[in-house]
């Protein structure tokens, strides 16, 4: 409830206050509030036009103590206490569409905009966009403080870019709805494989992107791209929740619906060019999609499709993958040469994925160094489904 909530009670208190800051300390603390209060009286009828009086009521008390304006709306507002309540479901979509381009804001850097993009639309932990951007917590703790100082500073508002603003923005708006995506496809950390609900929340953002920019093909690619992935995610565990790899997985579990559309978007955004990441990512996530059982996954195409994305957009993960495509298309020797530079990177070297992904290669020229990189991948990474397969692997069952 609060991940659905929280970025519409932020969105009331901005239209009538602005200055994100101010608003997300008062949305934090209704959601105490909310915390202690309804275990014991119960979820009210209306939770958010009861987040939001709380809320509206914690920024007054606090503007209150800064100027007589304040003062002013204070009183105001203690008349009209659900004015700030206008929830129509065009609203609810524009509310989306304003925090997410007010937090992609061109005075913040794109990690700003990313890391500020998570917290406040999609509701992320900290902690776990912080996992994201392998940096600690108390790093991106400061980060998100500087980009609320920065967009008060700027003066940036809560309304949508004028339409030559516009296109700018979207580049930081997919990497966060991708983000968002990622990290409910495979969460970082805890006891559960999937956030469905969060994943399923990243598409519908990228669905309002798409629908405000149709035009704009690495939005389309993007969009293509969450859905051919989120395709498979019934079949990614099993009764136990354990993680099931892509060569074991049932593909009629497989959603075919998400993979038509996935598909159908695909061929509307590739004949235009130029040719963006997200394009490539759904292109390859396409042939994955398309090949009827592991075997006869065409290896040779997503290699060339990974060479491609590591000349358009390079990156210690696109490496990751690129090295287990070529690994099967060539053999595990050329997969393992891939990753050699990655080993002098001291935050990917304190990531599980690249020991996971060393170890499978090593694994498969027969090294017995491999049961050394799965002990140290699982020992690294902080979601247990994972951890329970590296463990697995290591001791061969």
């Known amino acids: 409830m609060w991940r659905r909530e929280a970025p519409h009670v932020r969105a009331a208190l901005l239209r009538r206050w602005g200055h994100l800051d101010a608003c997300d300390d008062a949305v934090q603390e209704a959601a105490e509030a909310a915390v202690t209060r309804w275990p014991v009286t119960g979820v009210p009828d209306d939770p958010r036009a009861w987040l939001v ?4 009521r914690r920024l007054i008390d606090q503007l209150r103590a800064d100027s007589a304006r304040a003062r002013r709306e204070s009183l105001d507002a203690a008349r009209r206490p659900d004015a700030a309540v206008d929830q129509t479901p065009t609203n609810r979509a524009d509310d989306t569409l304003r925090l997410l381009f007010l937090c992609c804001h061109p005075a913040l ?6 890391a500020l993009t998570l917290r ?5 932990r900290v902690e776990q966009i912080a996992a994201a951007h392998l940096v600690p917590a108390r790093t991106m703790t400061q980060r998100l403080h500087r980009a609320r100082t920065a ?3 700027a003066g940036a508002r809560f309304t949508l870019p004028s339409p030559p603003e ?4 979207v580049a930081a708006v997919l990497d966060v709805c991708h983000l968002v995506f990622t990290e409910g496809y495979t969460r970082t950390s805890g006891t559960t494989l999937l956030d469905v609900e969060l994943a399923e929340e990243a ?3 990228t669905r309002q992107v798409h629908a405000a920019l149709p ?7 993007a969009l293509a791209l969450m859905l051919l992935t989120h395709a498979r995610s019934p079949a990614r565990t099993d009764a136990a929740g354990d993680l099931v790899p892509l060569a074991e997985q049932d593909r009629t579990r497989w959603r075919h619906d998400l993979i038509d559309e996935g598909v159908t978007l695909l061929g509307q955004a590739l004949p235009h060019g130029p040719v963006g990441r997200y394009q490539l990512q759904a292109a390859i996530a396409a042939v994955h999609a398309e090949a009827p059982t592991f075997p006869a996954t065409d290896w040779r195409q997503i290699s060339i499709l990974y060479d491609m994305l590591s000349r358009v957009a390079p990156s210690p993960f696109v490496t990751l993958n690129q090295a287990v495509a070529v690994a099967m298309a060539h053999g595990p020797s050329l997969g393992l040469a891939l990753l050699d530079p990655l080993l002098t990177d001291p935050a990917m070297l304190r990531h599980h994925r690249l020991h996971a992904v060393r170890a499978h290669l090593l694994e498969r020229t027969g090294d017995p160094d491999a049961a050394a990189h799965y002990r140290r991948a699982a020992a690294l990474t902080a979601s247990l489904p994972e951890q329970r397969y590296l463990n697995r692997r290591l001791t061969g069952r």
């Open 53 to 56: 009086r709380v809320a509206s």
């Open 151 to 153: 967009l008060r500073r």
């Open 215 to 221: 035009d704009h093909h690495e939005a389309t690619g």
């Open 166 to 169: 516009l296109p700018a923005r």
């Open 109 to 114: 850097s794109r990690p700003s905009q990313v």
């Open 120 to 124: 406040a639309v999609a509701g992320l």
């Open 203 to 205: 598409i519908r953002l």
